[in-house]
């Protein structure tokens, strides 16, 4: 009778555990050993929702659902989810063909293409780097607004201004246009965005520094060029004649971008590897 009620405690277990949405959204496999949700593993383990990785000496190959895979390098610890990860410290190369999201510090970084792979580094200040080493990424801040289109060998990097810092607040270069009755700003990043408050008609076709408030629609998904931008002033190439390169004010969070070479050895580190469909 001991023995029926203990296996009967052990199904119930089990079947709660199932209940609760624990299957697998994944495997993880490394050569040495990782920390699996703080058990030290050696080889492969299974990943479920919420389950915490994190390596020392090695890299870490995880493969998602999807087709998503992501690289954890040495020192690194991220959270994964079935539709997202988080990147709570280091680096990691992510290989994504779908709406797939990483979290980490102030942004949300977002494949643009099938396939894309580029590599995420969460400095020890929660500053962000995204490099794109092919196809391309967008990042958001973490309150929905667009800040960035990142392409193949570009670089941009992602710091807090300050604490308490307006999560509204612009300030930066782009050229003006006019398409189907709307006037648009778009960034050395590649991000457009809506202008509204002004007539913009006189600066159209011309580079100007702009200083608002963003906002992004309700509703708006990751990745959509709609975040409205409602224009304080215009000046065409800013104070002192602004250039590329300069850093933009966004959301609270500085921007720079550029062309690194720090991405050749990116490329060595992180091996790509063309995602399973």
Request: net charge neutral; aromatic share 6%; hydrophobic share 40%.
């Amino acid at each position: 009778m001991l023995r029926k009620l203990q296996i009967a405690a052990i199904l119930s277990c089990m079947l709660s555990y199932a209940a609760a949405g624990t299957v697998s959204i994944g495997t993880a496999s490394v050569r040495g050993d990782m920390r699996v949700d703080n058990y030290v593993v050696k080889g492969n383990a299974t990943l479920f929702n919420g389950s915490v990785v994190e390596t020392d000496q090695a890299t870490a190959n995880l493969r998602l659902e999807k087709g998503t895979q992501i690289t954890l390098s040495t020192k690194s610890r991220g959270t994964m989810y079935s539709d997202h990860a988080v990147l709570q410290q280091g680096e990691t190369q992510i290989i994504a063909s779908n709406s797939f999201q990483l979290q980490a510090g102030p942004v949300h970084v977002f494949p643009n293409l099938p396939n894309s792979v580029g590599i995420v580094t969460l400095k020890p200040d929660n500053s962000v780097e995204v490099a794109s080493l092919s196809g391309s990424f967008g990042v958001s801040s973490n309150n929905g607004i667009m800040l960035a289109n990142v392409h193949p060998g570009r670089v941009v990097s992602f710091d807090v201004q300050a604490a308490g810092a307006s999560q509204t607040a612009f300030s930066g270069l782009g050229i003006v246009s006019f398409e189907n009755g709307t006037y648009y700003l778009t960034t050395d990043e590649d991000v457009k965005y809506v202008l509204t408050c002004r007539d913009s008609h006189k600066y159209v076709g011309d580079k100007v520094y702009v200083t608002g408030t963003v906002e992004a629609p309700a509703g708006q998904e990751p990745g959509k060029q709609g975040t409205l931008l409602c224009v304080k002033t215009m000046d065409i190439n800013g104070p002192g004649g602004m250039s590329r390169g300069t850093k933009w004010l966004i959301a609270g969070l500085i921007i720079a971008g550029g062309i690194s070479a720090g991405i050749v050895l990116g490329e060595k580190n992180h091996p790509t590897v063309p995602a399973s469909r």
